[in-house]
């Protein structure tokens, strides 16, 4: 199976603040990797695919970047509504698997 | 508008059965995979199982290789997963989720709000 390595786990900026997490593959995935947004209590909702497309609806200072193993997700200045818990994941092969998540706080 | 209503969750004893379904509104349902993916309280997301669009293409987590099925009945716009010999690990919140293309290989696109399943004696 492909391991996926998400850093930080968890991390507290503050409004306005660049935000950027990574997720590392154990193998090269090509651009096969995705990012999810899931805030408490809500189902995960995809915000960025194929390393960096931006989904239809989702605001411009979310984005994405990397291929291969390395790969970054950033916002460029984070929102109190941008509170919530990210996670990559792989479709290179199956099982599809997910990073262990990141935890964004507002400081 | 996509809408994705899983139902069947709950309260069961370990070693029993358990079936989920999904029901699927809002767009053309064999035209996509479909997915169920699982989160355990307090914990990330878990792929379980995916089938392609005319279910020739089916896979599942090792996890649960052997006990639980996925099926699809395209003619009712619905997504099943058969869960047997179910064991405490299997508690979690179960999300139906759409993937973005016919093949099961692809992101998942949209999800409904999960039913949750506890294994418990």
């Known amino acids: 199976d492909i391991q996926m390595t998400q850093s930080p786990s968890s991390l507290s900026a503050s409004v306005g603040d660049r935000v950027t997490i990574t997720c590392q593959a154990s193998?090269?995935?090509?651009?096969?990797l995705n990012w999810y947004q899931q805030k408490p209590g809500k189902a995960p909702k995809l915000l960025i695919y194929d390393a960096s497309n931006l989904e239809t609806g989702v605001p411009s200072r979310f984005s994405g970047s990397g291929s291969g193993t390395d790969f970054t997700f950033t916002i460029s200045s984070l929102q109190p509504e941008d509170i919530a818990t990210y996670y990559c994941?792989?479709?290179?092969?199956?099982?599809?698997?997910f990073g262990q998540g990141t935890k964004l706080e507002i400081k | 508008e996509v809408q994705l209503v899983e139902s069947g969750g709950g309260l069961v004893q370990p070693g029993r059965s358990l079936r989920l379904s999904c029901a699927a509104s809002?767009?053309?349902?064999?035209?996509?995979?479909m997915h169920w993916v699982r989160q355990a309280p307090g914990k990330g997301l878990e792929w379980v199982s995916g089938i392609s669009w005319n279910s020739g293409s089916i896979g599942y987590a090792d996890s649960v290789k052997g006990r639980f099925t996925i099926s699809r009945d395209n003619a009712k716009n619905s997504l099943y997963l058969q869960m047997n010999s179910l064991r405490a690990e299997d508690t979690a919140l179960y999300y139906c989720?759409?993937?973005?293309?016919?093949?099961?290989?692809?992101?998942?696109?949209?999800w409904g709000q999960g039913t949750l399943v506890t294994v418990s004696s």
């Open positions: 989720a759409k993937g973005e293309m016919a093949t099961i290989l692809s992101y998942f696109q949209h």
């Open positions: 809002g767009f053309t349902f064999d035209d996509y995979a």
């Open positions: 193998q090269d995935i090509s651009n096969y």
């Open positions: 994941q792989q479709y290179d092969n199956l099982p599809h698997t």
